[in-house]
């Protein structure tokens, strides 16, 4: 597709956005099938570093009370994803760089690589050095998440302070790149002030950083952020359907530019339609998070106002999650790994 292609399916609604979910669901069949796959995601703290604009766990929050699961905590989640047979783990918090918490995490993904080698561990805990994504690689980390939220320098100057690198932020990719992860990226769709402009590059910065996993949705607010103010919530209520459906139109756009990749069906799209995930998965994603943090903390973990499943527990997730991918026709694959078919082909090429 060419920019003037992607702009107007960008844009679609009604017919046009139907033609264009036929093609992307077309090309995920052709190209990765109809399988989707599980990773138990644990957000085992919500102690934060960064103070972004829009985040609802930022730094500088008091309304936050604070927490880090203890091992045996972590420990009682990997054995319900053990026993939900997810394949796969996700361990996410908020971004941290202290001794401490990266003595903690190294030492979380050692046992889990010991203990459950056949999973896939993915980490989701923001900027890192180049040593210590070493030493987490070395201990059994397999992919990372991070996401660049916008790859435009003015817009991501208005989500941060100044104090946040925007060239940190690509560098920390670049280092997830030669130290050989399953690199995983992602964007907002529909922050304030964001044009269709903003997304083009972003996608274009998805395919030269050639990103081989996605987690990406769509911005929702959190009153306790400087990002939110009366103008911009009335704005965003009046733009719900908007923003949902460019969410949508994005990653089927995404599925068709980048057919192997591995697309995360997003949360937080069911804040806009309790069948968000089902729609995401039917238009192009094949991942799916189901939440195994435990119920007491949930309501803790708030990056954005109206987060579903917090009044559920582990087992609650999994059964909705499983009927989500049923709903979409598509199949649903346990006790598999489900790495990414672009990072499978890629190594392949540099052999």
């Known amino acids: 597709m060419n920019p003037i292609e992607i702009k107007k399916y960008l844009l679609s609604n009604a017919e046009e956005q139907q033609e264009l979910f036929a093609l992307s669901n077309n090309i995920r069949e052709k190209h990765i099938g109809r399988n989707v796959y599980f990773r138990g995601i644990i957000e085992f703290s919500n102690i934060c570093e960064k103070n972004c604009f829009y985040c609802g766990i930022r730094h500088d929050n008091e309304n936050v009370e604070r927490f880090r699961m203890d091992y045996d ?36 993904v050692d046992y889990i690589h010991l203990t459950y080698p056949e999973y896939g561990i993915t980490i989701s805990c923001g900027e890192l050095d180049y ?5 987490l690689k070395e201990a059994g980390a397999t992919r990372y998440l991070l996401r660049i939220e916008t790859s435009v320098r003015s817009l991501y100057s208005k989500l941060h302070p100044s104090d946040h690198s925007f060239e940190n932020r690509m560098e920390c990719l670049r280092n997830m790149k030669r130290l050989d992860y399953q690199v995983g990226t992602g964007n907002m769709i529909g922050i304030p002030g964001q044009t269709t402009d903003d997304l083009l590059a972003d996608l274009r910065f998805f395919q030269e950083i050639d990103a081989d996993m996605f987690g990406l949705g769509p911005y929702v607010i959190h009153e306790d952020t400087p990002l939110v103010n009366r103008e911009i919530k009335r704005w965003w209520e009046e733009n719900r359907q908007i923003i949902y459906n460019k969410t949508l139109n994005f990653i089927a756009v995404l599925r068709i530019l980048m057919p192997t990749c591995n697309i995360a069906a997003a949360t937080a799209l069911d804040v806009f339609n309790p069948k ?12 799916i998070m189901p939440v195994v943090t435990p119920s007491m903390y949930r309501k803790k973990y708030l990056l954005y106002q109206d987060k579903p499943c917090i009044d559920e527990n582990a087992e609650m997730c999994a059964m909705c999650t499983i009927n989500k991918v049923k709903l979409a026709g598509l199949n649903t694959v346990l006790g598999v790994r489900g790495d990414s078919e672009h990072f499978k082909l890629s190594s392949i090429g540099r052999l």
């Not at 040593?131 to 030493?135: A, E, P, V």
């Not at 968000?276 to 991942?287: H, K, M, Q, W, Y």
């Open 131 to 135: 040593d210590y994504l070493k030493s």
């Open 73 to 108: 905590e972590i420990k009682e989640c990997l054995r319900f994803i053990k026993q939900a047979n997810f394949g796969s783990v996700v361990l996410q918090s908020g971004e941290m760089t202290s001794n401490g918490a990266k003595d903690y995490l190294l030492q979380l």
């Open 276 to 287: 968000g995930r089902t729609e995401a998965l039917r238009v192009g994603a094949n991942i």
